[in-house]
């Protein structure tokens, strides 16, 4: 107890705390220029995002119903989508990933985090990644404009990035760096920069013609690792459902959302999620994501508050 209320009293808090609301307010005004609208999170559902990772099972029973904790809005995204109306949606989620342990030594993984999940209607990659650029200069700006003594104080000085950002292939990675390739290339580099194709869920787009997943991850430079992770999404029933059987995933948890992908529903989207804490992790230089928490969840770790 006595090392919580420590991690409670530190006197960089304050200064945290200050980066992450001028980081939220930055997002909100952007969204709001740009007619992007809100939507409150969803945390319980018949179904959520599989995940590209093992972990342990985040489900509970509720009046006879199997219900998932959220670990992502992915599929709800695409859901909203449907209407005609939206230009495209945001929402600041809660998440509930309970991780394996191991993944606690990461210094970068929570059990409950907070992920702003962006999905663009019609939008490309291309589209969804220049977007995704010009709110994280916005972002960036913001926070250097509107919080400098809390900067100073954590000796922390953050570059304004110019678009477009640099682009990678992940097999050009794995070539290069071999297996930890995203920690090597990520302490390289001085400015965020995106990583293309990875193999991923169900939803993510193929490209037909060449096989390649129109996938993207951005990643924060000096070793802070992944920051946002998006694709264009699947719509057509027959590659969703040939998806699911390549990655063992049981039809039968999705069988509403099946149903209207089914029904030719599905509109062609864009997006990508990250997670606040990392970014003010990456804003604040803090080594550990457990130093810009409040009330930190670690895997492995006991919760004692």
Same mark, same amino acid.
């Given at each position: ?98 991780? #394996? ?187 550990? #994501? ?16």
């Amino acid at each position: 107890m006595k090392h919580t209320i420590r991690h409670l009293t530190r006197p960089d808090m304050k200064d945290i705390l200050r980066i992450q609301t001028a980081v939220l307010k930055a997002l909100h005004d952007f969204m709001w220029d740009e007619s992007i609208v809100q939507l409150m999170p969803v945390m319980l559902s018949p179904f959520t995002d599989p995940l590209a990772h093992n972990v342990y099972d985040g489900s509970l029973e509720y009046e006879g119903q199997r219900l998932q904790l959220t670990k992502s809005m992915i599929l709800h995204k695409q859901l909203s989508l449907m209407r005609d109306d939206l230009k495209g949606i945001y929402i600041v989620s809660p998440n509930i990933r309970l991780e #394996i342990g191991k993944t606690g030594l990461s210094g970068m993984h929570l059990l409950e985090f907070s992920q702003v999940d962006i999905e663009l209607k019609q939008a490309s990659y291309k589209d969804f990644m220049a977007f995704m650029e010009r709110l994280y200069v916005h972002i960036a700006g913001f926070v250097v404009s509107t919080c400098p003594d809390s900067l100073e104080r954590l000796g922390r000085t953050i570059p304004i990035p110019s678009s477009p950002f640099k682009l990678y292939e992940s097999t050009e990675l794995k070539e290069r760096f071999g297996k930890d390739w995203e920690h090597e290339i990520s302490i390289k580099e001085k400015q965020p920069f995106w990583v293309m194709d990875h193999f991923r869920e169900f939803y993510d787009k193929e490209d037909p013609s060449t096989g390649k997943h129109i996938n993207y991850d951005l990643v924060y430079p000096e070793g802070f690792g992944e920051a946002l992770s998006g694709a264009e999404r699947e719509t057509e029933y027959d590659v969703i459902i040939r998806k699911m059987k390549e990655r063992k995933t049981d039809a039968a948890d999705y069988a509403s959302y099946l149903e209207i992908a089914k029904k030719g529903l599905l509109s062609p989207t864009a997006g990508g999620g990250f997670g606040v804490e990392r970014l003010v992790r990456y804003f604040s230089g803090k080594k550990e #994501i457990r130093e810009v928490c409040m009330f930190p969840r670690i895997p492995g770790e006991k919760v004692v508050i």
